[in-house]
């Protein structure tokens, strides 16, 4: 089996080689644009076309999550979805769910994903007696994670593709870390929160949303126009674009 490490020397050979050639690229985020231009694409030969999502289904009626998931209507949720891996970030989960629950007894966090680090995180959550603030669901339906997000006060995503188009498309106040293409997404103090890859600094942004209803509010109309603008066609809703980005 080939390395990692291999993988990725023997991708970026093969680019250089066939992507100068390119009559047309058409990455699907901004920032592969520089990556096509280091291995020799003329920047007029580039078009960004990002990811299409079918807004259908998230504007559908949904049943509500918590009680299929015996989830108290209490409860303040703050939802993940997606591969429960490290190199997904989900083992900084329970640091980050033990700082929330000092300030906000009522936070639940909900991750929604299989992953070959779920049984373990599972067990360190026991062990932490975390497990009435940190739920991990394992693998569930889609239309399961969408109603999630819909019924989230706050998305979560760490790293994400599709796991941080969604929450944003349905509306969701999103806590990123600064990493990779998120910045596309996720316009720091206007659609979301944008933070540091460290489990202070989720902790701190999320208990800065979950204190300010009407900032967070704010900011997940602000998201919903800006994503459902660049992802959904042609069917942007009817709010206003976040102050001065298209």
């Not at 960004?48 to 009680?67: E, Q």
């Not at 929160?193 to 600094?201: C, E, F, G, Q």
Request: with cysteine.
């Amino acid at each position: 089996r080939m390395s990692l490490p291999m993988q990725q020397r023997l991708i970026a050979a093969v680019a250089r080689f066939v992507l100068p050639k390119a009559a047309l690229a058409m990455p699907i985020r901004e920032s592969i644009t520089d990556f096509l231009l280091r291995s020799g694409v003329r920047k007029d030969r580039v078009c960004v076309i990002p990811h299409g999502v079918d807004l259908t289904p998230f504007d559908s009626s949904m049943k509500n999550p918590r009680s299929k998931f015996a989830i108290d209507p209490a409860r303040r949720l703050i939802v993940s979805a997606g591969r429960v891996a490290v190199d997904n970030y989900f083992h900084l989960l329970p640091d980050i769910a033990d700082a929330v629950r000092q300030k906000f007894p009522a936070a639940l966090f909900v991750v929604a994903g299989p992953g070959w680090d779920l049984d373990r995180l599972r067990e360190t959550t026991r062990d932490r007696k975390l497990d009435s603030h940190l739920m991990w669901l394992g693998q569930v339906d889609h239309a399961d994670v969408l109603a999630l997000w819909r019924e989230a006060e706050i998305a979560l995503v760490m790293k994400g593709g599709y796991s941080l188009i969604e929450p944003c498309v349905t509306g969701c106040a999103v806590v990123s870390f600064n990493i990779e293409w998120h910045d596309e997404l996720v316009l720091d103090g206007k659609t979301g929160r944008l933070v540091p890859a460290d489990p202070k600094s989720a902790a701190d942004a999320v208990s800065g949303l979950l204190g300010n209803d009407a900032m967070r509010r704010k900011m997940a109309e602000s998201m919903k126009h800006h994503a459902r603008g660049r992802h959904g066609g042609d069917r942007p809703p009817a709010a206003g674009p976040p102050d001065g980005r298209a």
